[in-house]
């Protein structure tokens, strides 16, 4: 199986920056895109940012010149680091990869960091 536990979630002030952390283990041939998503209270799950496991990035307008994506792909780990942070991002943030392993290909997520930003 496999398992992607996600860090770095917390309160912060606005203007104030946060680094997200999610590692994939467990029986893993390959992790192809990697990404993060968020979802505000009464909203639905939205795209924040992905990345390709060969660099390519690709964000959400909302967030574009704030927040900057990342992986290792030694340590199966993807990064979001949010800076300039606002109120409206407020959200839980899940960590979402597709992976294969000896006997399925599929997207596995992550349980969920909560992200407050207070105003």
């Known amino acids: 199986q496999v398992q992607l536990v996600e860090s770095g979630g917390g309160l912060v002030q606005a203007g104030g920056s946060l680094r997200l952390s999610c590692a994939a283990s467990g029986s893993i041939s390959s992790v192809y895109t990697m990404g993060w998503y968020r979802q505000a209270a009464g909203k639905q799950r939205e795209l924040v940012a992905d990345i390709s496991s060969g660099g390519r990035t690709n964000y959400a307008d909302s967030v574009k010149g704030r927040f900057t994506i990342s992986r290792d792909n030694a340590k199966n780990t993807v990064y979001l680091q949010m800076n300039s942070l606002k109120p409206e991002d407020t959200a839980v943030y899940y960590c979402?990869?597709?992976?294969?392993?000896?006997?399925?290909?599929?997207?596995?997520w992550g349980q969920g960091t909560q992200v407050t930003v207070s105003s």
């Open positions: 979402n990869a597709r992976v294969s392993t000896t006997s399925s290909r599929r997207t596995y």
